[in-house]
């Protein structure tokens, strides 16, 4: 074991939320919190601090807020090119269809994203988890499904697997060929999900996924596309999770649980059934705020009956190029106040504690002795502030895996 991996840094005189069961917010006034290496050693009120506490650095925040390292769960991270130009052309008048006749919309990004070379797709998703990773992001989920090739879509998930390997910051991957339909296989989606399936074992065994995703929809896949996908992932023993219920209820969220999913996510058409369903298998709700705003959705996901059935909720930022063009995760939180109607608290368990059940991690998301120490210290009182301010986005420091980012 290196130095750098058992050194212990005390943290001292921080507000904690650390979410852990018991007080709201799991909410420590004056707390102090030790890491080890990689891990939390100690969490807990200052004056309870040990005396005989040894630590090679200390840090007074003098009252400032620790939160755990917050977890974005559903993101496309990974994709050439943008759609700014076409957000312009449809605030000009031009329709979705003819954008999409002339080459756009999503097929524009496949195409960009397969014409990129392995390096500018880790580059362009470096920038982008940086710019996360600043609002305190310490674990990132990245799709692939812009690739829609046995090829592209390696090469995106192996993109994803080197931001993990460069950057401070945990990553876990998603397959998500059952995407879209890509133009050489216009009219024939059973033969490309035939083809898909036949990919996943490759990505498994080159170590490229660590989940199966489908989206399910009647502009996506239809519901027995989606079950031979999942029996593959279930054969290669991978979890899945489902782009469920966005335009319509196709009953995706029950089809998954029945698969035992990790999360199913969007969820706007969701049916009574579905969070039944979803309740008996403990999946998890992830809300994306960002595209229901971006696309202007005015059907809004059953809060109060996800809520009410005890389903957990996650909220992450979905960044994308065409629906949710969002690299901030804080926002979100604001987001799934105002729009989706969450509590701060409910808003800020979606970015930590839920978020990292969504991805089947049960060692972050809470503050706690065992778990990573991937935390953020923010220039706040309380974390509700966070949730109630929009567009600032005060973090100070970053904390992965037990190191601290330098200063900024
Ligand atoms: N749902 C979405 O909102 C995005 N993908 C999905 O399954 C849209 C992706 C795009 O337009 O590029
Ligand atoms: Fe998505």
Redesign the pocket.
């Known amino acids: 074991m290196t130095a750098a991996s058992t050194s212990r840094r005390l943290w001292r005189h921080a507000r904690l939320a650390t979410f852990a069961p018991g007080a709201p917010w799991g909410w420590i006034d004056d707390g102090a919190l030790l890491t080890e290496g990689d891990r939390l050693a100690w969490v807990g009120a200052d004056r309870d601090l040990p005396a005989a506490t040894q630590a090679d650095a200390e840090t007074d925040l003098q009252g400032a807020l620790i939160t755990p390292g917050l977890v974005d769960a559903h993101t496309?991270l990974v994709y050439g090119g943008d759609?700014a130009g076409e957000f312009e052309q449809r605030l000009q008048g031009a329709t979705y269809e003819e954008i999409a006749r002339a080459g756009g919309?999503?097929r524009s990004?496949v195409a960009a994203t397969r014409a990129a070379s392995d390096q500018s797709l880790f580059e362009t998703a470096a920038r982008r988890a940086r710019i996360l990773m600043a609002e305190g992001v310490t674990t990132i989920e990245v799709k692939s499904?812009?690739g829609l090739a046995e090829e592209h879509e390696a090469r995106c998930l192996a993109a994803a697997r080197r931001l993990a390997r460069e950057l401070p910051v945990d990553v876990r991957t998603t397959s998500l060929a059952a995407?879209?339909l890509p133009p050489e296989y216009a009219g024939r989606p059973d033969a490309y999900i035939d083809a898909a399936v036949g990919w996943l074992a490759g990505q498994r065994s080159r170590g490229l996924v660590d989940a199966v995703d489908a989206?399910c929809?009647t502009i996506?896949f239809t519901p027995a596309q989606t079950e031979r996908l999942f029996a593959e992932a279930k054969r290669l023993g991978l979890p899945v999770k489902l782009?469920a219920e966005?335009l319509s209820d196709q009953d995706g969220a029950a089809l998954a649980a029945r698969h035992g999913a990790l999360s199913c996510d969007?969820l706007e058409h969701l049916s009574p059934r579905g969070i039944a369903a979803m309740k008996a298998s403990g999946t998890v709700a992830v809300l994306l705020p960002g595209?229901f705003y971006f696309?202007r959705e005015t059907k809004l996901p059953p809060v109060a009956a996800l809520r009410e059935a005890g389903v957990p909720m996650a909220i992450a930022t979905?960044h994308?190029?065409?629906?949710?063009p969002a690299l901030s995760l804080v926002l979100m939180l604001n987001m799934a106040c105002t729009l989706l109607r969450l509590t701060p608290e409910e808003a800020w368990r979606g970015v930590t504690v839920h978020a990292a059940r969504a991805l089947g991690l049960a060692d972050r998301g809470v503050l706690q002795p065992g778990h990573r120490a991937d935390f953020a210290v923010w220039d706040a009182e309380h974390p509700r502030e966070l949730a109630y301010r929009f567009g600032h986005s005060p973090c100070l420091q970053r904390v992965f895996a037990g190191r601290p980012d330098p200063a900024r």
């Not at 994308?320 to 949710?324: C, E, L």
């Open positions: 496309h759609r919309g999503i990004t499904g812009y995407h879209a989206f929809d996506g782009h966005q969007h595209a696309l979905d994308n190029p065409g629906s949710s």
